[in-house]
């Protein structure tokens, strides 16, 4: 099986190594008494933080390449499990982000989606395409992720709507000015639920093409045939290559989950560094939670680019779409979570009527704008197994208005 984002490379452990420097450098000279500039240190501790994220991104994904090798799995699946694995430091980001600024690290969770969005826009638009201008999509992607998109669509619609009824009526027991504690935990159960019954048709359905059914067989050897860049010959001695073993295996996994600890706590601090700057110069929390949000992405754009470089178009296509639907799906009902167990446990301070997640023009808006995201994501999968450049074109238009209007606006 082919590397993912890591590659065989050792440019994570200079990432590892580099990032913990500049993080140690901010903590060691703050620790000393040493007075430094606040951009001085939130720029050490963000760029220091997302270098250390990165590499435990790559230890992570490395973990589960391993393991998909091992289990014969074909690059779309591992593509999309080491995405999911590289979501584990991120959400470990994020909940020091949450416990420090929860609002906005609430709405940076949301904004990342959209930044993932025009990066999927973006990216089908560098995809190899036959004479009629179309790019074939792998038939997981099709058949899985564009339920996905319509699920995510409805949810967020229906949460956006609520959102803005509750408020607009003072309705429920926070007299709609915040969701509870427990409006969290069932709306996080309810989308987790839904990413796990869908990793598990993944993995039953196309993790070989020999557990196929016939007919579903058929299909996406059909796809795999349009798609001359997905059977992109391997070096000999990349497939002779004997997978990892298990013990590395679990090796990779543990470094990933101790460094990101590390990582998000820098970055964390990071975060309220930057949004505290902003506000301070008379800008709104939007601007800075964009800001973050392109930072919180990075690491999957690290994926596509490399991916895409080595011409490892499937598992870049899994990297690009799992961005878009595992925000809804794994990030954000875990974000969720975290901020009902933070406002149950005093982490973070209730609102005046004791609810949790304030309801606002920024967390309704950045909520109820991602429909028309999902909607045209939909459509322009689910049609007919393909983009063409109009769609292209209508993804990054839809997107780019979205993140704009947020930014000037809200």
Known sequence: ???????????????????????????GAEAAGIELSPWIVGGLLGLGGLLVVFGSCEAMIKAVEGAAARLD?????????????????????????????????????VLTLH?????????SGLLPRDATGHAQL???????????????AGVFFVTGAIMVLMNVFEAGDHRGEALGAWDLY??????????VVSVIRLVKRFSGADELPSEERESHENVEAAEPWATKDEPEEEENEPPPSWAMVGFYGLLGIAT?????????D??????????????????GAIILSVFAASGAFVMIISAHLKGMYDIALASASGQVNQVPFVVMPVALILLGIFGQTGVIPPTEHGGVLPIDLETASVVLLAFPSFVILWKAVQDDGAVNWVETTTMIAIFGLVIYFLAVHG
Not at 86 to 95: R, T
Not at 115 to 123: D, E, L, P
Not at 138 to 152: F, G, H, N, R
Request: aromatic residues 8%; proline residues 3%; charged residues 10%.
């Open 1 to 27: 099986m082919a590397g993912g984002g890591g590659g065989d490379g050792k440019t994570w452990i200079g990432l590892l190594v580099g990032g913990g420097a500049l993080v140690g450098g901010a903590m």
């Open 73 to 109: 799995m074909n690059e779309f699946v591992a593509g999309t499990m080491a995405g999911l694995a590289s979501n584990f430091p991120e959400l470990v980001m994020l909940a020091f982000v949450l416990a420090a600024k929860p609002r906005v690290g609430f709405i940076v969770t």
């Open 115 to 123: 930044v993932g969005a025009a990066a999927f826009g973006i990216y």
């Open 138 to 152: 792998p038939a997981p992607l099709v058949k899985l992720s564009t339920d996905l998109y319509a699920c995510a």
């Open 186 to 195: 069932v709306l996080g159960a309810f989308l987790l639920a839904v990413q």
């Open 260 to 268: 990101s600890v590390l990582g998000g706590h820098a970055v964390g």
């Open 270 to 287: 990071f975060a309220d560094i930057l949004v505290g700057g902003i506000t301070a110069a008379g800008y709104s929390e939007m601007i």
